[in-house]
């Protein structure tokens, strides 16, 4: 590991006082991937801001029913809280799904909307073709190994998957993402945080290198208390998804959907919503059909390489499925 300067943050102004105009300074939250990346010398920060200090850990009701998360709020603690359990199931259910406990109770809000891909050739600096770790060195992964990779989004710098399951979530959710730097704060519709690849896979988030993210705000949904998040991965534990769905209805008394949220992860650069399928749902009847239907429009664009193919089909059974499931659930 490279040394690195180390020091520790007051309050947010002063944590992006102290990074601004340092390019190759990075705030230390829970940790648990930037010091993996830093280990095996992806990531090289000369300088090392701690936030872990500030009081950005709040989980809180506003008077218009939108729920805020701080960005310090860690993983565990929001998976089990009321607010969310009840009122975004598909949330606490993404978070329960990631990782393991003892990350869950280390992790932050904020450092898993920055997660970096588990891209393999990504992970080790040894491999020479990487866009996303060294621009303009091609991508390992295009005729690769590339199991793990995008059927959605994908360009030909990069095929990377986005690992979070909590960000699929917030994608349904239309989460809103609170930053504040030097120019003071603003808000960044969740649509528009991460980015797909492009031309410019080195960029992961639309996020300024002295922003600090202090809090997510969950739109007040009644309907996303109908939702459900479903991963399929290789393991029952401690595995990235292959395919994720969260996904949410709203149903009148005939069962017929007057609104659905729909978002997909392993799949793409970015947590991916799916337009398509949300607009097969809707004003239709809740039905295995529908559900089908819906699948088949999300998919139709989709495109697979040598060993990632299979995610096409898996990706439309589990759309699918996870409708299935929040059509029978009774709220
Ligand atoms: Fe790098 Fe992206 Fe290619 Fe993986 S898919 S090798 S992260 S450029």
Same mark, same amino acid.
């Given at each position: 590991?490279?040394?690195?300067?180390?020091?520790?943050?007051?309050?947010?102004?002063?944590?992006?006082?102290?990074?601004?105009?340092?390019?190759?300074?990075?705030?230390?939250?829970?940790?648990?991937?930037?010091?993996?990346?830093?280990?095996?010398?992806?990531?090289?920060?000369?300088?090392?801001?701690?936030?872990?200090?500030?009081?950005?850990?709040?989980?809180?009701?506003?008077?218009?029913?939108?729920?805020?998360?701080?960005?310090?709020?860690?993983?565990?603690?929001?998976?089990?809280?009321?607010?969310?359990?009840?009122?975004?199931?598909?949330?606490?259910?993404?978070?329960?799904?990631?990782?393991?406990?003892?990350?869950?109770?280390?992790?932050?809000?904020?450092?898993?909307?920055?997660?970096?891909?588990?891209?393999?050739?990504?992970?080790?600096?040894?491999?020479?073709?990487?866009?996303?770790?060294?621009?303009?060195?091609?991508?390992?992964?295009?005729?690769?190994?590339?199991?793990?990779? *995008?059927? @959605?989004?994908?360009? &030909?710098?990069? =095929? $990377?998957?986005?690992?979070?399951? /909590?960000?699929? +979530?917030?994608?349904?959710?239309?989460?809103?993402?609170?930053?504040?730097?030097?120019?003071?704060?603003?808000?960044?519709?969740?649509?528009?945080?991460?980015?797909?690849?492009?031309?410019?896979?080195?960029?992961? *988030?639309? @996020?300024?290198?002295? &922003?600090?993210? =202090? $809090?997510?705000?969950?739109?007040? /949904?009644?309907? +996303?208390?109908?939702?459900?998040?479903?991963?399929?991965?290789?393991?029952?534990?401690?595995?990235?998804?292959?395919?994720?769905?969260?996904?949410?209805?709203?149903?009148?008394?005939?069962?017929?959907?007057?609104? *659905?949220?729909?978002?997909?992860?392993?799949?793409?650069?970015?947590?991916?919503?799916?337009?398509?399928?949300?607009?097969?749902?809707?004003?239709?009847?809740?039905?295995?059909?529908?559900?089908?239907?819906?699948?088949?429009?999300?998919?139709?664009?989709?495109?697979?390489?040598?060993?990632?193919?299979?995610?096409?089909?898996? *990706?439309?059974?589990?759309?699918?499925?996870?409708?299935?499931?929040?059509?029978?659930?009774?709220?």
């Amino acid at each position: 590991m490279n040394p690195f300067a180390y020091s520790r943050a007051t309050d947010p102004t002063q944590a992006v006082t102290a990074i601004s105009g340092k390019p190759h300074s990075k705030f230390l939250g829970g940790g648990t991937n930037l010091i993996d990346l830093m280990k095996m010398g992806v990531e090289t920060p000369n300088e090392l801001v701690d936030i872990n200090r500030l009081s950005l850990a709040q989980i809180e009701e506003l008077p218009d029913k939108r729920v805020r998360i701080g960005a310090l709020a860690r993983n565990s603690d929001v998976a089990e809280h009321e607010l969310i359990k009840t009122r975004y199931p598909m949330l606490s259910q993404a978070l329960l799904s990631g990782a393991s406990p003892q990350l869950r109770n280390m992790a932050t809000v904020g450092g898993n909307l920055l997660q970096r891909t588990r891209c393999y050739y990504f992970y080790d600096p040894a491999f020479p073709a990487c866009n996303k770790r060294k621009p303009g060195s091609g991508c390992g992964a295009l005729d690769g190994y590339n199991r793990i990779h *995008a059927i @959605l989004g994908q360009s &030909e710098q990069c =095929i $990377a998957t986005h690992p979070s399951d /909590m960000c699929v +979530a917030l994608a349904a959710l239309d989460a809103i993402v609170r930053v504040v730097g030097p120019n003071g704060e603003r808000e960044i519709g969740f649509r528009d945080f991460h980015r797909l690849p492009g031309n410019t896979p080195d960029r992961d *988030a639309n @996020l300024a290198s002295d &922003e600090l993210i =202090i $809090a997510v705000d969950l739109p007040a /949904m009644p309907f +996303a208390a109908r939702s459900h998040y479903l991963k399929v991965r290789d393991r029952a534990s401690y595995a990235f998804a292959l395919v994720s769905v969260a996904a949410a209805l709203d149903l009148d008394a005939n069962k017929n959907i007057k609104d *659905a949220r729909v978002a997909l992860g392993g799949v793409a650069h970015k947590p991916w919503r799916a337009n398509a399928a949300e607009k097969k749902l809707i004003g239709q009847e809740a039905n295995e059909k529908t559900f089908q239907s819906a699948a088949e429009a999300e998919l139709a664009a989709a495109k697979g390489y040598k060993y990632n193919s299979y995610k096409i089909e898996l *990706a439309k059974r589990s759309i699918a499925r996870t409708l299935n499931i929040v059509a029978e659930m009774t709220s």
